[in-house]
Every structure is written in C-alpha cells, then in structure tokens.
C-alpha cells in the first residue's frame, strides 16, 4: 500500500543551521498522527514539509518526500500534479488564510471549489454554488456552533471564529491528507472539544489521515492514536498514544539542546529511536 506520508534521509536547513534532520518516517493511510515537542524542534516545520510549503524562508531540502504517492522532492513536483496534490491535501494552520471580505459561509464554500465540475464550478466565480453544497456547508458551520454567523464578513468573526471557519472549509474540501498546526490554539475548552471532534470527523472517511501538531498534551488520546517526539529537529521517539506516560512526555520537554550549544556544554547529540521505522 502506498503510504500517505513517506520522508527518507530528508534534512532541511537554513541559514546555516539544521531545522529537521529525519532518517525515515512513514505514516500509512488512515492514522491519526500526532506530533509533539519544545519549541524549535521543527514541528511546524515537518507539517509544511507534508503540505508541500516552504518549510522555511530560503530552506534547503535534501532527501525523498513523498505525500499522497507524489514526489515532492528533492525535484519540484510539475504544475498539474502539484494542483492536484492541494485539492487532496487539507491545511489548517496559523495565519487560517481567510477571505476577509466573504462571509463565513463562502469562506466555507471556497473549500469544495476541487469538487465543481462543468457549469457548476463556472457559476461558483459568481457565488453561485449548488443549493446541496450551500446547505453541506451551514452543517458544517452548524456542528461548531456558528449557525448565527454564517453571514458574518470573515474580517468581523473572532480569532476563534475564524479558527473554526477555517476547519469547516476543510471539511468541504474532504481532503485525502488532513494537516493541522496547532488547531485548538487560543480556544477556551467547549470550543476545544467541537475542534478536536471535527477533526477527528473529518478523517473518518476511508483512507483518510489526519497528522496534527498538539501543544496541549491532554488532547492526544482525542486526536492520535500514534505520537511522534521531536527535539531539536530530530525524532526522540515514535510511540502508540497507549504507551506514552507522563515521565515519557516529560523527558522530551527536558532535552538539553542539541548543535552547537550542545557540543559547546559537551553533550551527546539526541539519539532517534524510530518504533516504527
């Protein structure tokens, strides 16, 4: 089977200093996948790898990425496959990319702009979306608690509004491969458990995966089934959410650091151990 996610020997550097450094990482079609770690081990880092973005201003990519069974590097994937890819890739991170001047219910809308075909997708430059579609997404809107601001200006909805909006368009576009950075950021709790079981939603169709960076360690059991470590760029480990502890956790958010700091304190360079290389 081919995976959904597959990086070998991959190291991304810039200016001058090692961002990511992964011998090999697979994920297979239909994980949950949660990713974790201090600041500045390169988890945001890993996420834009995966969606095809720059991973850094003037980064380097060295090694195989390889998403969705297309070849993202080390050549840059062709025009037609790299469209192709983004209709088949959904990506929430911060920044959200709203249109400011739509409503919630079109920014939703503009997620299921890959799934047009023929006169319908021609319409949808005038706004002019099917009445299923528009009805698909006040659902979406509906199930994270913004029926009432469907008709808002993006540019007039919170930070968590919009969060939300911006998962709703995900899940309109129903994207093969689901990316999400941080997704419950500045959400007070309710708000939190819609986000997590929306996403969770959004990944349950066949063949779907869902990769996330998590922050707030109590989220795993809701978003993973798997976690990935890192520290420093590198992975520390690759574990079952069932077999993490919090001595485990503990030890990764403890690391020294590793590079130049490191070698001048006269510490040993993080060692990987991949469960599931």
Do not use: F
Request: with cysteine; proline share 9%; charged share 20%.
């Amino acid at each position: 089977m081919t995976a959904a996610v597959q990086l070998d020997d991959v190291q991304v550097a810039a200016a001058g200093r090692v961002l990511l450094q992964l011998p090999r990482l697979r994920i297979e079609p239909g994980e949950r996948v949660a990713i974790v770690g201090p600041n500045g081990a390169g988890k945001s880092t890993l996420l834009r790898l995966m969606a095809g973005l720059p991973p850094a201003p003037r980064a380097q990519v060295r090694g195989v990425v390889q998403v969705l069974g297309r070849r993202l590097a080390p050549a840059p994937l062709p025009a037609a496959q790299r469209r192709a890819l983004r209709r088949e890739t959904g990506v929430l991170m911060q920044g959200l990319h709203l249109v400011p001047r739509l409503s919630a219910r079109e920014n939703v809308l503009v997620g299921a702009l890959g799934r047009l075909q023929g006169i319908q997708a021609w319409r949808s430059l005038l706004r002019w979306y099917p009445q299923a579609l528009v009805a698909e997404a006040d659902a979406a809107l509906a199930t994270l608690g913004l029926t009432d601001q469907a008709g808002v200006r993006a540019d007039r909805l919170s930070g968590g509004e919009r969060q939300k909006v911006a998962l709703a368009r995900m899940q309109l576009q129903q994207p093969r491969l689901l990316l999400a950075d941080e997704p419950t950021s500045a959400l007070d709790p309710a708000a939190t458990a819609q986000v997590c079981a929306a996403l969770v939603a959004a990944a349950s169709g066949p063949g779907r995966t869902l990769v996330t960076v998590v922050h707030d360690l109590e989220l795993l059991p809701r978003l993973a089934t798997r976690v990935i470590g890192l520290a420093d760029g590198r992975p520390v480990w690759d574990l079952p959410v069932a077999e993490l502890n919090p001595l485990t956790l503990q030890a990764l958010y403890a690391r020294p650091p590793a590079g130049p700091a490191a070698a001048a304190a006269g510490l040993p360079p993080p060692t990987a151990r991949l469960a599931r290389a």
